[in-house]
């Protein structure tokens, strides 16, 4: 059975430095799977060539981005929603904004309901934090080879 994997940290709170830290659960991620990974498993599942699925991906990439950039909303099917969003600096009055208040772009990522609702069914494992599982086994003697 698939499992999201997280761990337990102590957090403080920034409204109140002085109050002690408590604790809450943050997603481990168990790795990355690159575009390579992700073709070879889709041409496995479907008549279509790893190098084939490969170009349709990087395309797919390419013309998110230019969607983006021209402020277009992208949507994904059973993915998900793309769409850009500005953080700046306010102006007393609109006459006075001008584009140097802009302070950076940002992609927001909505999931779609099916996505959404399939990670509500998740299921979890505990893991211990990645700081202490790297200095747990660097102690063992075995580094982290892969």
Known sequence: MR?????VVPRKNPAD???PAKYYATAQARGYSSLE???EKISRSTTVTRADVKAVLAALEDETIDL????????LGDLGTFRAS????GAEVAEE???SMIKGVKV???PSKKISDAMQTASFERVAPKKDAE???EDEGGGMGV
Do not use: D, P, W
């Open 68 to 75: 983006l950039q021209n402020g277009e909303i992208v949507q």
């Open 17 to 19: 430095k002085g109050a």
């Open 3 to 7: 499992k999201l994997t997280y761990s």
């Open 108 to 110: 927001i990522f909505r």
């Open 86 to 89: 500005i953080s700046s600096k």
């Open 135 to 137: 200095e747990a086994t």
């Open 37 to 39: 990974e992700i073709a």
């Open 97 to 99: 904004y001008n584009v």
